[in-house]
């Protein structure tokens, strides 16, 4: 009999948990003459390879495909997928658990078009629905069109949202088969992925998935999401830099000190392009991302960039140190200023003057500053526009805020 349906499932440990209970509903509530299966076991180093060579013994239509090392969701599945025999190819997690139900019904439910999904969800990023591909049957014209899942998203998710906007862009029909709900199927879900000793910083590799898609797909909400809903400023090689953010940069510029700089907050590190070439600079930022961001910009040769927290960082002698919109978001931020006079010749800071509480959101944790909390510096002010003026603009309908701009050097 002709192979109608290929089940591929990937596998990464968890056998008696979740790998066992998943095939044997399938055995139990499948009709097996005419389905393939196909196990892509990668980095299993418990009872999984003596099970599936049981199986072997059980199952005509099995195929095992065995890698020693942990491969992600996306390479696990496309090395299932490059195995198959049918033109119906079903990519099924190994944390499911097929339901009560007459033989079969499940496939037929699920055989609607080009790819099928029992969960559709709405991506953010794509603007469009997409299906989650714990339990999902495509046919193989789509592969062969598209190609396989984006093995660039590792583990962490996201290539089912990449695929489903692919196939789209392709022409296929997307059918959502859940039928509200009443699918004969139960999935765990994220079985694997949360488990710890299985799969470490989940949502932190989730996260980096979502920018890697963003990049592509919605620069919009890329740079939305890097600045942590505009807690900081975000801009890339390249980019043109606002005026007020450009305008402090220069004025830094100017009232350097000496070739060993630090900047704390760095963000993307797009303020190192406003600076000589020859100085040593070295960017700290609290966000890990952030940094990696930094760093793939090669702003400058010397530039350095460090995932940091300032409260344990252990800061060296610099010449010349720099924190622009730092302070107010730091609970004991006038206690990290005169540790930082501690560390430097030269301490050039920018803070939002007498800001009131909720006016630049959650992010700011210290209201109400003004020149009297920061004794011995000397001052200037940048207005909502980016105009630097040695007095405060009247805060009106034209100048909604100011910042203070602020240098104190070791006499």
């Not at 300032?310 to 990290?336: C, K, P, R, W």
């Amino acid at each position: 009999m002709t192979i109608q349906y290929t089940i591929v499932i990937p596998t990464y440990n968890n056998c008696e948990k979740y790998l066992k209970p998943c095939i044997d509903s399938i055995i139990k509530w499948t009709d097996m003459a005419d389905v393939e299966l196909v196990i892509s076991a990668n980095g299993c180093i418990d009872n999984t390879s003596r099970y599936l060579h049981y199986l072997e013994t059980s199952i005509p239509n099995l195929k095992v495909v065995w890698n020693d090392e942990p491969l992600g969701f996306a390479k696990a599945t496309n090395e299932g997928i490059k195995a198959t025999s049918a033109s119906k190819i079903i990519l099924l997690n190994n944390d499911t658990i097929l339901l009560e139900q007459p033989k079969n019904r499940w496939l037929n439910m699920l055989d609607k078009g080009d790819v099928n999904y029992v969960l559709g969800q709405y991506s953010e990023i794509t603007k469009r629905r997409f299906g989650i591909f714990f339990c999902a049957l495509i046919d193989c014209k789509v592969f062969n069109t598209i190609n396989f899942l984006n093995e660039d998203y590792g583990t962490g998710g996201c290539e089912d949202i990449e695929f489903c906007l692919k196939a789209e862009q392709a022409g296929f029909s997307l059918v959502d088969c859940g039928n509200n709900g009443t699918f004969p199927i139960y999935h765990k879900a994220e079985g694997t992925m949360l488990d710890p000793s299985l799969v470490q910083n989940w949502y932190d590799k989730f996260l980096l998935n979502q920018l890697k898609l963003a990049e592509k797909y919605n620069k919009e909400w890329y740079y939305w999401r890097l600045s942590n809903n505009y807690e900081r400023a975000i801009f890339l090689k390249d980019d043109t830099v606002f005026p007020r953010e450009t305008q402090r940069y220069e004025w830094a510029n100017e009232n350097l000190f000496g070739k060993n700089v630090l900047e704390i907050g760095c963000s993307t590190g797009y303020g190192v392009q406003f600076f000589p070439s020859d100085i040593e600079y070295l960017g700290l930022d609290y966000d890990p991302i952030i940094v990696n961001i930094a760093k793939n910009q090669q702003w400058l040769p010397t530039a350095k960039f460090e995932w940091a927290d300032i409260n344990s960082y252990e800061l060296g002698q610099y010449d010349t140190i720099i924190a622009f919109e730092v302070i107010e978001h730091l609970d004991n931020g006038l206690e990290i200023v005169k540790l930082l006079q501690s560390h430097c010749k030269v301490l050039l800071i920018t803070v939002p003057h007498n800001e009131p509480k909720g006016f630049w959101g959650e992010h700011h944790k210290l209201h109400g500053l003004t020149e009297a909390d920061f004794p011995d510096f000397k001052f200037e002010y940048i207005d909502e526009h980016g105009n630097i003026t040695s007095h405060l603009r009247a805060v009106d309908q034209n100048n909604s805020c100011n910042l203070m701009i602020c240098r104190w050097e070791n006499a």
